[in-house]
C-alpha cells in the first residue's frame, strides 16, 4: 500500500494526549503527554512543550500549547474550549426544542 506508506513517513504536528497513569492536577514536570498518532512514538513532560504548537484534538487547528491546554487531559485550543461548550449547550437546546415542538405539534 504505497499510499498508507506515505502517510506514515509524513511529518506532522503532534496531537497531545495525557500519558496513562498520569493525572490532569499533576506536576507539569511529572505529567507527560504523548502523540496520538499511531504511527508517532514522541512523547514529553508538559514544561517541555509548553508554548510549542501542537494540533487541535476538536478541530484539528494548529495551536500553542499553554498552560491551560496542558491541564486538560486531552489538550485543545482557545476556540475550542469556548466553542464546544456553546455547540453543546446550543445541541442541547435545539433537541429539547424540537421535541417540544413534536409534544405541542398536535395544539
Ligand atoms: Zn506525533
Ligand atoms: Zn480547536
Known amino acids: 500500500m504505497p ?19 498520569h493525572k490532569p492536577t499533576d506536576s507539569m514536570r511529572t505529567k507527560q503527554f504523548k502523540c496520538r498518532d499511531p504511527h508517532c512514538w514522541f512523547y514529553a513532560a508538559a514544561d517541555m512543550i509548553l508554548g510549542k504548537a501542537a494540533m487541535c484534538s476538536l478541530c484539528g487547528q494548529e495551536f500553542v500549547l499553554t498552560r491551560y491546554a496542558l491541564n486538560l487531559r486531552i489538550p485543545h485550543c482557545e476556540n475550542c474550549t469556548k466553542g464546544v461548550v456553546m455547540k453543546q449547550e446550543k445541541a442541547k437546546l435545539r433537541s429539547i426544542e424540537d421535541k417540544l415542538a413534536d409534544f405541542l405539534g398536535a395544539e
Open 3 to 21: 499510499a498508507a506508506m506515505k502517510k506514515k513517513l509524513t511529518k506532522h504536528i503532534h496531537t497531545f494526549i495525557l500519558k496513562p497513569g
